[in-house]
């Protein structure tokens, strides 16, 4: 299994970063390579399940996502199976009137890639991918009141 | 119009770089965001068109491109219609035994992600997919030569 780590810190109340990075809906519009997300299921547990469509190195992907551990505002463990089998550990945590977001994933490279594919450079894409991962749901979280009126706006677009 | 203007330093020679980043169907391998592209037409003066599936913001567009000017080993301008309006000027050229790219982007973002999302934040987004598509590129080009090297040395 491959396994990356990234941080960033965000200025924004952890609240509002968790009601967005955890809402299925907004997944590929901050995560570049997800082309799709459809099926979402809320749990009573908390989160919802669905099923994705992802792009690594140019082939895609179709998979399942459930939570398996969900703690509003500090933490949610999703396990992805079929296409690209993963685990990810979003934490949220309060630090200095803002927060820190982490992202932990664990994934197997599928083997149709490697077969194609230096394993070194789709570990370095996939690297690549969660900084922009990242860095979109700080940017948008980040956003002020002009951008929150756009929020409201999507709702009519939808 | 918003401008993009991007470069990176390949260890690799200048055709083997052009070949690869001049090809459309590489294009999804190494560009988080381009979902797909389809009717590839080479025409004989090395010039190509194709269509395409960006997504940008979480809202898929669909395009065409055209080559307007190629240069080979050298320059290509390419300009995409429908979806998303563009124009990309990638520059190949010789440097410290490897290959400077550059690429420029002159494109308009579609209203519809105007409506969406705060423009500082689309143009950022689109900044990073461009640094990203260069880096990958170099990655996918340097860690090829880095495992075909690994074979040759096995032998």
């Known amino acids: 299994m491959a396994k990356l780590r990234k941080s960033i ?20 519009e901050y995560w570049p390579s997800m082309i799709e ?17 992802y792009k690594m190195a140019g082939m895609r992907f179709h998979g399942h996502s459930t939570p398996i551990e969900y703690e509003q505002n500090r933490r949610l463990t999703v396990r992805n199976e079929k296409g ?23 994934y197997q490279i599928p083997p149709t890639l490697l077969g194609k ?9 996939n690297e ?23 929020v409201q706006a999507r709702t009519s677009v939808h | 119009m918003k401008k993009i203007r991007k470069s990176v330093l390949i260890q690799a020679p200048v055709e083997r770089v052009f070949d690869y980043a001049s090809n459309p169907e590489n294009f999804p391998e190494v560009w988080p965001s381009m979902v797909e592209v389809s009717n590839i037409e080479r025409k004989a003066d090395g010039k190509h068109s194709f269509d395409w599936v960006y997504k940008m913001a979480g809202i898929r567009f669909h395009g065409h491109t055209d080559t307007t000017e190629v240069i080979p080993n050298q320059r290509v301008v390419t300009k995409s219609e429908k979806g998303i309006e563009s124009v990309f ?67």
Not at chain 1, 84 to 106: A, D, K, P, Q
Not at chain 1, 117 to 125: E, N, S
Request: hydrophobic content about 40%.
């Open chain 1, 9 to 28: 810190s965000i200025h924004a109340p952890v609240d509002r970063v968790f009601a967005y990075a955890t809402n299925a809906d907004n997944v590929p």
């Open chain 1, 37 to 53: 997300v459809s099926n979402k299921k809320d749990l009573p547990s908390g989160g919802h399940e669905f099923d994705w469509t």
């Open chain 1, 84 to 106: 690209i089998e993963s685990t990810l550990v979003w934490s949220f945590e309060g630090e200095n009137g803002g927060m820190r977001l982490t992202l932990e994933v664990e």
């Open chain 1, 117 to 125: 594919l230096a394993q070194p450079f789709i570990l370095k894409l």
């Open chain 1, 128 to 150: 690549r991918e969660l900084d922009s991962v990242l860095e979109n749901i700080k940017a948008i979280t980040e956003a002020t009141a002009p951008v929150a009126t756009n």
């Open chain 2, 89 to 155: 000027t990638w520059t190949y050229a010789a440097e410290g035994g490897g290959t400077r790219l550059t690429v420029e982007t002159q494109y308009t973002l579609p209203g519809t992600v105007l409506d969406k999302l705060a423009e500082p934040f689309l143009i950022r987004t689109n900044e990073r997919e461009a640094e990203t598509v260069l880096e990958n590129i170099k990655s996918r080009l340097e860690m090829a030569a880095e495992r075909t090297t690994g074979k040759q040395a096995q032998r």
